[in-house]
């Protein structure tokens, strides 16, 4: 082979190398061009807008606008089923407590579709919801509202043992009496109103004005309330239902948190109360 084929042979290759290398770099400056600016925001956080609660809320209260807000948090911080969109969570009820600055969770929301709205959902796993008659006078005098807390007082008749006496005073061993007497308790204390069972009515007197399901005030008169109490308790207050016991709910303060520590009334602490033994 000549010394010239040889040359144009040196060339050819020093020419292909050349386009090798310039493909190459063309291919990493894409590369790179490509990957540069994931590189610089790698570092950022990116964040999303939740709806928290402004205040703290209780089972079964109703969201509205001044109960809700969007917050921005990192996107890592936010639970599946966050609720990110106000209009998701005004006009509905929760179905557990939450505390000022919580997010909402869409699992803990309840959507008002009937007239009861639904209150079925704001009850907590062992509780049962029970409904009663609005019969006392504090309830005729439209005293009671939703979310109300209040004492249920009860005067009952009740059989109980004596032990008969000796006519010089000692008792006869052995020997019982079935007695009936009238107690007054405390049956229930610091319950929260669930809801209200009304009946629309035209006559103003003896009712309240009321908003129904469509936003519009009426007149509607209170036939019973809905309370939301353990299995035991609600047992319990049936059974002073259905004996014809007369009760009576007192209101209490709305921030009371105070456990009463009531002794139950009797003929005779009436007149040890107010002394009647020692009358001239």
Same mark, same amino acid.
């Given at each position: 082979?000549?010394?010239r084929?040889?040359?144009?042979l040196?060339?050819l290759?020093?020419?292909?190398?050349?386009?090798?290398?310039?493909?190459?770099?063309v291919?990493?400056?894409?590369?790179?061009?490509?990957?540069?600016p994931?590189?610089l925001?790698?570092?950022e956080?990116?964040?999303?807008?939740?709806?928290?609660v402004?205040?703290?809320?209780?089972?079964g209260?109703?969201l509205?606008?001044?109960?809700?807000?969007?917050?921005?948090?990192?996107?890592?911080l936010?639970p599946?089923?966050?609720v990110?969109?106000?209009?998701?969570?005004?006009?509905?009820f929760?179905?557990?407590?939450?505390?000022?600055?919580?997010m909402?969770l869409?699992?803990?929301?309840?959507?008002?579709t009937?007239?009861?709205?639904d /209150?079925?959902?704001?009850?907590?796993?062992d509780h049962?919801?029970?409904?009663?008659?609005? !019969? %006392?006078?504090?309830?005729e005098n439209?005293g009671?509202?939703?979310?109300?807390? /209040?004492?249920i007082f009860?005067t009952?008749k009740?059989?109980?043992?004596?032990?008969?006496?000796?006519?010089?005073?000692?008792?006869?061993?052995?020997a019982?009496?079935?007695?009936?007497?009238?107690? *007054?308790?405390?049956t229930?204390q610091k319950?929260?109103i *669930?809801?209200?069972?009304?009946?629309? !009515?035209?006559?103003?007197?003896?009712?309240?004005?009321?908003?129904?399901?469509?936003?519009?005030?009426v007149?509607?008169?209170?036939?019973?309330?809905l309370?939301?109490l353990?299995?035991? %308790?609600?047992?319990v207050?049936?059974?002073?239902?259905?004996?014809?016991?007369?009760?009576?709910?007192?209101?209490?303060?709305?921030?009371?948190t105070?456990?009463?520590?009531? *002794?139950?009334?009797?003929?005779?602490?009436?007149?040890e109360?107010?002394k009647?033994?020692?009358?001239?």
């Amino acid at each position: 082979m000549s010394n010239r084929i040889k040359s144009l042979l040196v060339i050819l290759a020093g020419v292909i190398l050349l386009g090798i290398g310039v493909f190459v770099s063309v291919l990493l400056y894409q590369r790179f061009s490509k990957t540069a600016p994931y590189s610089l925001t790698q570092g950022e956080v990116v964040k999303i807008q939740v709806v928290t609660v402004t205040r703290d809320l209780f089972l079964g209260d109703k969201l509205t606008e001044s109960d809700v807000q969007l917050v921005e948090v990192p996107v890592d911080l936010a639970p599946r089923g966050t609720v990110t969109q106000l209009a998701d969570a005004v006009g509905k009820f929760i179905k557990t407590d939450l505390v000022s600055g919580e997010m909402v969770l869409a699992h803990n929301l309840a959507n008002p579709t009937d007239s009861n709205h639904d /209150v079925s959902y704001i009850l907590s796993d062992d509780h049962v919801l029970m409904a009663f008659p609005a !019969t %006392d006078l504090m309830s005729e005098n439209n005293g009671i509202q939703r979310g109300d807390i /209040v004492d249920i007082f009860a005067t009952f008749k009740a059989a109980i043992k004596t032990v008969p006496d000796n006519a010089n005073g000692t008792t006869i061993p052995g020997a019982t009496n079935l007695v009936s007497r009238i107690f *007054t308790v405390d049956t229930f204390q610091k319950v929260g109103i *669930t809801a209200l069972v009304v009946e629309v !009515t035209n006559e103003q007197n003896n009712s309240q004005v009321l908003q129904n399901s469509d936003g519009q005030q009426v007149d509607a008169k209170v036939k019973s309330y809905l309370l939301a109490l353990s299995p035991q %308790d609600a047992l319990v207050l049936k059974h002073l239902k259905d004996t014809n016991a007369t009760f009576d709910i007192v209101l209490r303060s709305p921030t009371s948190t105070v456990q009463f520590d009531l *002794t139950p009334v009797t003929e005779e602490f009436i007149i040890e109360f107010y002394k009647l033994e020692i009358l001239p």
